[in-house]
């Protein structure tokens, strides 16, 4: 039991970490100092330049993230499939399938930055290649979009109805619901708008990991049962009778 709950938390952790590293990822990539509104002009300045060693750096990051993230989602598997066996595992295969996607736009940022170089190069002669590139980001997203949703909403609703380990209050950190203050980041002001604006996505899912770590740290919520419910107290109860035996 203390070995399951210690490799519970050391993959709570590990997500944690993973989530931390795709935001330090995104940081070393396009990470800059301005106002959430202009994030996008900021992040392709940025793209064009940074040299190469910071670029396969910051993209190097995305696979590992993504590893550390399956780890941290299999942990939240395992606070779920207690009470809710077939739901828990349909969130755990939609956001694994939704961290996939985030790891593939995490990769494609690299290659968009060399389609630029060679586009302001040769103006022109890149157009058909940027334009593909940009499709496949958008198709990506997509694939991102579609199961994170799917995995937040079944999480929210089975954490709410008490159908999980976590407590209710939990549901607070669900980063489906935090998404929805992500346009809010877009009117934050000089120097930190860019860094939570661009950021946003890395910095919810690891809030997600740590309110998840801090809450099953000692183990799954018990709920009040009966004592015939009860393994310790139906043992209590036998010994109390067979001592009052004659």
């Excluded at 993959?11 to 944690?16: E, T």
């Excluded at 999980?164 to 992500?182: D, E, K, Q, V």
């Excluded at 910095?203 to 183990?219: C, E, M």
């Amino acid at each position: 039991m203390k070995n399951d709950l210690g490799n519970n938390r050391w993959a709570g952790l590990a997500g944690l970490a993973g989530a931390l590293l795709f935001f330090v990822g995104d940081m070393i990539l396009v990470g800059h100092w301005g106002a959430g509104s202009d994030v996008c002009e900021g992040s392709l300045r940025m793209l064009r330049e940074s040299t190469q060693v910071r670029l396969f750096i910051g993209d190097l990051a995305g696979p590992i993230a993504g590893c550390l993230c399956l780890l941290g989602f299999w942990h939240m598997r395992q606070n779920l499939i207690g009470r809710s066996p077939y739901l828990g595992r349909v969130v755990l295969f939609a956001l694994g399938a939704a961290i996939v996607a985030v790891s593939v736009v995490h990769e494609l940022l690299v290659p968009l930055r060399l389609a630029h170089r060679y586009s302001d190069a040769h103006p022109g002669a890149a157009v058909e290649l940027f334009d593909a590139l940009r499709s496949y980001l958008n198709l990506a997203h997509y694939l991102e979009d579609g199961p994170a949703y799917l995995g937040a909403f079944l999480l929210l609703s089975l954490v709410l109805s008490g159908r999980s380990s976590y407590p209710r209050w939990t549901a607070m950190a669900n980063f489906g619901l935090l998404s929805f203050i992500w346009p809010l980041a877009h009117r934050v002001p000089v120097p930190f708008g860019s860094v939570l604006f661009g950021g946003f996505e890395s910095l919810t899912l690891s809030t997600f990991f740590l309110v998840s770590v801090i809450a099953t740290w000692r183990g799954p919520a018990t709920q009040k049962t009966g004592c015939s419910e009860r393994p310790d107290c139906a043992e209590v109860l036998n010994h109390t009778l067979s001592d009052r035996r004659f």
